[in-house]
Structures are given as structure tokens and as C-alpha cells.
């Protein structure tokens, strides 16, 4: 079975350059998280979709971040313009009801110079 | 106060060794718990998830909870070197997972 899948695996931009994420949840799951993982502050949540509809995006650190879910086997995180404090490692994760398991994808090292 | 707390690390054992990793949490009100694992350079996979007060065994995983004291553990026996990785502690807060900042575990030879 398929896990969650996540491209690029690695991004590396210029600053001020636009990031497009993507992510193929689990087929079945109706639920998707996106998250970010660095040194200082370990694994954080941005947002995440219910049945395709964002439910809670107090996480996303700026307007510079959006996402979108257009649907169910698809989610794109998008940083524009893109910062050097934006390196980390963003992961996807999805889960059967908000309130299932959460299986993680391989994740996207991003890098902005 | 962090919602979710554990000890960085590094824990290191002996290989055959009980390898036991902590975390307690702020809210009182948490349901659920969850253990991943995480290797160097890859994503967190999930071990072990946990509901109710007592053990919960999977092969050389054991998850206790202890919902009165606010804390859960994790022991895993028979550590192995393979076993050397980041483990991470989350509780469920309405639909979010809150994760703790991991607990580094070393198993020598």
C-alpha cells in the first residue's frame, strides 16, 4: 500500500522566489495534516483539512503561507515570497477522521538561501 | 510550561538493555497518546498509540499510561542498535496531535 507522498523531496530557492509543496494523502484518509520540523522548535502544525476543508490554520506562521486541499488526493503548502527563516523540513501527514492515526510522508527539506 | 515535555537526551543503553522513555503533559483532559519513532533524516513513523490507564504491549514495545500523574512512557526491551533514534511523545488536543521535542536514544553494542 501506498503511503503518503510528498515531492519535491528537496526544494532549494532563492529568497523572495515562490514554494509550492505537494502531498497525496493516503488513499481512504479524510483527514490531512501539514507540519514543520526544525532544530529549534521541533514539530509543529500549520493547519489541516477535514473531508478537503481547512479546520484550523492558527499555525501558519504568516500570510506568505497558504494552503489548499482542491481534493481528496491532493494538498499543496505554498510560501510566498520565500525567507531564509523558512528552511525546515515539512511534512505531510494524513489520518482516517481527524481523530485517527496520523502516518507521516517522507517530507520536503526546504532550504532558502 | 510546555504542553508536552520530555527529556532531550541522549538515553543510552547497552544492547539486551530496557530502554525507558518518558513524557508528561499539561492538560488534564488528553485522550489519546501516540509514540513515534524517527530516524536521522526521515519522516516519524508511528509505534505505538495508547488510550487508557495500564500497559499496552506490542512485541518489544510497551506503552504505559498514567492519566492521574500525567505522564506516559515507553519501554522498549531487548534494545537493540537499530533501535538508536529520536522518539516522539504526542497527545491529542481536540484534533491536534501536540509532540514533544523528543528523547534521543542511543543503543551501543
Known amino acids: 500500500d501506498a503511503g503518503v507522498i510528498q515531492s519535491p523531496r528537496h526544494e532549494v530557492t532563492e529568497m523572495g522566489q515562490e514554494v509550492t509543496l505537494r502531498c497525496k494523502p493516503i488513499s481512504g484518509h479524510n483527514s490531512l495534516f501539514w507540519y514543520r520540523q526544525t532544530m529549534m522548535r521541533g514539530l509543529e502544525l500549520l493547519i489541516y483539512f477535514n473531508n478537503n476543508v481547512p479546520i484550523d490554520d492558527s499555525g501558519m506562521p504568516e500570510d506568505r503561507f497558504s494552503a489548499k486541499m482542491p481534493n481528496a488526493s491532493f494538498s499543496t503548502l505554498k510560501i510566498q515570497p520565500s525567507e531564509p527563516r523558512d528552511s525546515a523540513v515539512y511534512f505531510c501527514a494524513s489520518s482516517l477522521g481527524a481523530r485517527g492515526e496520523q502516518y507521516f510522508g517522507p517530507g520536503t527539506r526546504l532550504t532558502v538561501t | 510550561q510546555k504542553e508536552v515535555e520530555q527529556n532531550s537526551g541522549p538515553l543510552s543503553v547497552p544492547e539486551g538493555a530496557i530502554a525507558s522513555l518518558n513524557c508528561t503533559y499539561s492538560?488534564?483532559?488528553?485522550?489519546?497518546f501516540f509514540w513515534y519513532r524517527q530516524y536521522s533524516g526521515k519522516s516519524p513513523e508511528l509505534i505505538m498509540s495508547i488510550y487508557s490507564n495500564g500497559d499496552k504491549e506490542d512485541g518489544r514495545f510497551t506503552a504505559q499510561l498514567n492519566k492521574a500523574s500525567q505522564y506516559v512512557s515507553l519501554l522498549i526491551r531487548d534494545s537493540q542498535p537499530s533501535d538508536s533514534a529520536t522518539y516522539l511523545c504526542a497527545v491529542r488536543k481536540t484534533d491536534k496531535l501536540i509532540f514533544g521535542t523528543g528523547t534521543r536514544l542511543q543503543v551501543f553494542p
Open positions: 492538560d488534564r483532559g488528553s485522550q489519546s
